[in-house]
Every structure is written in structure tokens, then in C-alpha cells.
């Protein structure tokens, strides 16, 4: 469980800086209001904000595992997985659509707030680990 959150984690995390670093050079020259809007790049904003967020959260999980050792704690790194895959991943998508030529995308925006879902859980999970409590 460890190791998996770990490279998780730091690959997330890497990702985030780089899809960052993107946003802020790259896509705000790609401004032109019919493919890519700035509501567009807001939303690209967001979802690396809440992957770099939740890559942080997993890393606290694998340095939480050898104090806590718990089940929960391990649910809740899958559920901060879970959610940056889906509520990240379909951000990105979404705010990307037009300058990849992808049109019919739009199936995709359900999948954002099942990613909050797991987000939320993730969160709740590590909460109640720590009630939990099993050194």
C-alpha cells in the first residue's frame, strides 16, 4: 500500500506542476474566446489545483500508514486516487475539448462531481482513521 501511494503521489504531484506551468504559459496564449475561453482555462486551473491538493493528501497517507495502521487510512488514499482521476481527469478533458478537436465530450461532465464525491470521502476517512487509531 506504501510504495503505490508513494509513486502515486509523486507522479500526481509532478503532473500537477507540469499541467501548472501549462495553464500559465501555454493555454493562456491560446486564449481566442471560441475554442479555448477563459472559463476554459479557469477550469484547467481548478483541476490542477485539486490534483496537486489531493497528491499532497496521498503522500500524508503513506507517511500516516506506518503510525496508523488502519483500513481506513488505506480507503482513503484510493478514494484521493480515485477522485484526481475523475475529478481532475475530467476537468482537464472538458476544458480542453475544443483545442483538440474533441466535440462530444460532454458525457464527461457527470463524471466531475462523482470525483468530488471521492474527494469528500477520502477526506471523511481520514478523519474517522484517526478516531480509529490502530498503532
Known amino acids: 500500500m506504501q510504495k503505490q501511494f508513494l509513486v502515486f503521489s509523486g507522479f500526481s504531484g509532478a503532473i500537477a506542476v507540469a499541467f501548472g506551468a501549462m495553464g500559465a504559459h501555454f493555454l493562456k496564449s491560446k486564449l ?6 477563459e472559463t476554459n482555462l479557469l477550469t ?3 483541476a490542477v489545483r485539486y490534483q496537486m491538493y489531493h497528491s499532497i493528501a496521498i503522500l500524508a497517507v503513506c507517511l500516516l500508514s506506518d503510525k496508523y495502521k488502519t483500513k481506513l487510512l488505506s480507503k482513503a488514499g484510493y478514494c484521493f486516487m480515485a477522485g484526481i482521476v475523475c475529478f481532475s ?4 478533458f472538458l476544458s480542453l475539448g475544443g483545442l483538440l478537436g474533441l466535440t462530444s465530450i460532454h458525457w464527461l461532465g457527470p463524471i466531475t462531481p462523482i470525483g ?3 474527494f469528500i470521502a477520502g477526506w471523511v476517512l481520514l478523519g474517522m482513521s484517526g478516531l480509529e487509531r490502530k498503532k
Do not use: A, N, R, V
Request: proline share 0%.
Open 116 to 118: 468530488g464525491l471521492f
Open 89 to 92: 481527469g475530467s476537468l482537464y
Open 44 to 46: 484547467f486551473e481548478t
Open 32 to 37: 481566442d474566446g471560441i475554442s479555448f475561453t
